[in-house]
């Protein structure tokens, strides 16, 4: 059942309708239902994938709790043992929290390793048709998140075993993330606020901004795409450079798109999750764009892969090790950027076992630490150029991380990694404009309405990220009046299933 | 918490470590400079900043970050 089909509507409309009618403390009880039939709509199967990650998560997170509350108590009671003695106590106990921490991670993310090898094609001749589990990544990520948390101590475990299987499942969220956080998302997840028509209202606003977004604008381009990538070599050159500037505003239309309706559909019902973008066309540089794009996954690896790694025993006494032999500079870089390659690397990973996305993951580290080795040479050229600086400036760099965050996602259309390379450098080695010019967009898959059609979505995308103003309601009933005429269902198109369903 | 302002003014000389309380919260302090930074605590005040202790309210300001030091010092 997509987002972006009629009974999924229905389905969101009846949910919302009982949510409301129902007493606030048994609201959470409706959505756990709601999120489990809308998750079994994609096999039951699949359920059983969800049900071992829910499961798992609540057995080590109870024990881990319940090790926890022991060490508090005992150190309580024996206020007077000394100080070595406690030490020993609170290692031993940390190990028995590990061991369930490890084996739950270990069980978790083996499950995930394994589907996400059964669905590579190569595979496929096996395991025929098999088809992964919907938004497994995400909700192992969110589920694992908690378990990490608890045993850090930042929240305690949730122990209604209910309660976890809803956060885990919350269907609004359950495909496509963002990755929230359980401290965050159980705030209003459980509670079952009171109706506020302004607050629901700006929910409705958001989901038909995501409709808008989604069926307006990012299926049709992504029509353009799949011809230019469909065949490559047809589309060289210009056409390359084409196909990923056209996929990133695709991509993001799409991605957005269904955040917005997946934070929006939480706002109706008055929780908050949360926000996965801040305006990324508008980065500065690649730091800059990963602190706005696709947030919550960006935190997720930086909180729990990249500072762990940065951090560890080994990788201090390594730092120590280059300090005493390399010098001061090379042991201040080692640690970051061995654990910046292992992010990126786990990053692709996240994304599909295949070597385009861990290219894609590399590809990235790369560009990270190439930017972080030319800072000094950044510094001189404002020493040397002082007034560069300011809006033009800023200009020129949006629009070079445009270019290059492009050129990475290229390994997201393209097959295969050398396949990948070699149709980016047709765009310096063959950009034939007079094909390009001669060819146009309309041999792209869309008509000439159908460009215009999407040209004007993007139009007022743009526009409307520089109106900070809540709009009036009448331009969200001029956008569902839009959804209705332009959106991507009419005869020869599907409402297609967002891209990153399949994560 | 001299030494501490030293460490963090050799990556940024133009900051105002003693009053700025926003160092994550307005992107002063990036994920490298705050593993650099943890590794001059280890080395000058041997004391091991775990990774579940990086979070904004322990990097937002020189002040609190002294206050996470004394606390694992203890």
């Known amino acids: 059942m997509y987002f972006t089909s009629i009974p999924f509507i229905a389905f969101l409309c009846l949910t919302l309708l009982v949510y409301y009618i129902l007493p606030r403390r048994a609201r959470w009880v409706l959505l756990l239902a709601a999120s489990l039939g809308f998750y079994a709509f994609s096999g039951w199967d699949n359920l059983c994938y969800m049900a071992f990650v829910i499961l798992s998560s609540y057995a080590a997170g109870c024990f881990i709790q319940k090790t926890n509350d022991q060490t508090k108590a005992y150190l309580a009671e024996h206020k007077d043992l000394p100080r070595e003695e406690k030490k020993a106590y609170r290692a031993a106990q940390k190990r028995k929290s590990t061991a369930w921490l490890v084996t739950a991670m270990l069980l978790n993310f083996g499950v995930l390793a394994a589907v996400k090898i059964l669905a590579l094609p190569q595979i496929g001749g096996i395991f025929t048709d098999y088809v992964m589990p919907m938004g497994i990544s995400f909700f192992t990520f969110r589920t694992m998140g908690y378990l990490i948390d608890v045993y850090r101590g930042k929240h305690p475990a949730q122990c209604n075993l209910a309660k976890l299987a809803l956060f885990t499942s919350f269907f609004p969220a359950v495909i496509q993330g963002p990755i929230s956080r359980y401290d965050s998302l159980s705030k209003t997840l459980f509670e079952g606020t009171g109706f506020s028509l302004d607050v629901f209202g700006k929910g409705a606003e958001r989901i038909i901004w995501g409709y808008f977004k989604k069926l307006v604008i990012a299926d049709r381009l992504l029509v353009m795409v799949g011809t230019l990538t469909g065949t490559p070599g047809e589309y060289e050159g210009l056409y390359t450079l084409l196909s990923i500037v056209i996929y990133a505003a695709a991509l993001y239309c799409d991605f957005t798109g269904g955040i917005d309706i997946t934070i929006g559909i939480g706002e109706t019902m008055g929780i908050t999750q949360e926000e996965n973008f801040l305006s990324p066309f508008r980065s500065l540089n690649i730091f800059d764009y990963w602190r706005r794009w696709h947030i919550t996954m960006g935190t997720w690896f930086k909180d729990y892969i990249f500072y762990p790694i940065s951090v560890a025993r080994p990788m201090m006494k390594l730092t120590k090790w280059c300090k005493k032999h390399l010098g001061d500079k090379t042991a201040r870089r080692v640690p970051v950027y061995i654990a910046t390659l292992v992010t990126w690397f786990a990053t692709g990973i996240w994304h599909g076992a295949s070597w385009n996305f861990i290219a894609w993951g590399i590809a990235n580290a790369l560009v990270i630490v190439a930017s972080q080795e030319l800072q000094p040479l950044y510094q001189k050229f404002h020493l040397r150029f002082p007034k560069m600086k300011g809006k033009g400036y800023d200009s020129f760099q949006i629009i070079r991380t445009f270019i290059l965050m492009s050129f990475i996602r290229a390994f997201d259309i393209y097959p295969g990694v050398i396949g990948t390379l070699k149709q980016l450098s047709t765009i310096f080695w063959k950009p034939s404009p007079a094909k390009f010019i001669a060819g146009g967009l309309t041999s792209l898959g869309l008509d000439t309405a159908g460009l215009i059609a999407a040209a004007a979505g993007l139009a007022i995308v743009i526009a409307s990220s520089f109106i900070k103003k809540r709009p009036p309601a009448i331009v969200f009933a001029l956008l569902v009046i839009a959804i209705l005429i332009f959106g991507v269902y009419g005869l020869g198109f599907d409402a297609a299933q967002f891209i990153y369903n399949r994560f | ?74």
């Open chain 2, 1 to 74: 918490m001299q030494e501490l302002i030293e460490i963090l003014q050799n990556l940024h000389p133009e900051v105002d470590f003693a009053a700025c309380d926003t160092l994550i919260d307005d992107g002063i302090l990036d994920s490298f400079d705050i593993v650099s930074v943890i590794n001059e605590i280890n080395d000058t005040f041997d004391v091991v900043i775990p990774a579940d202790r990086i979070v904004p309210e322990n990097f937002n300001s020189a002040a609190a970050l002294w206050e996470l030091i004394e606390d694992l010092e203890d």
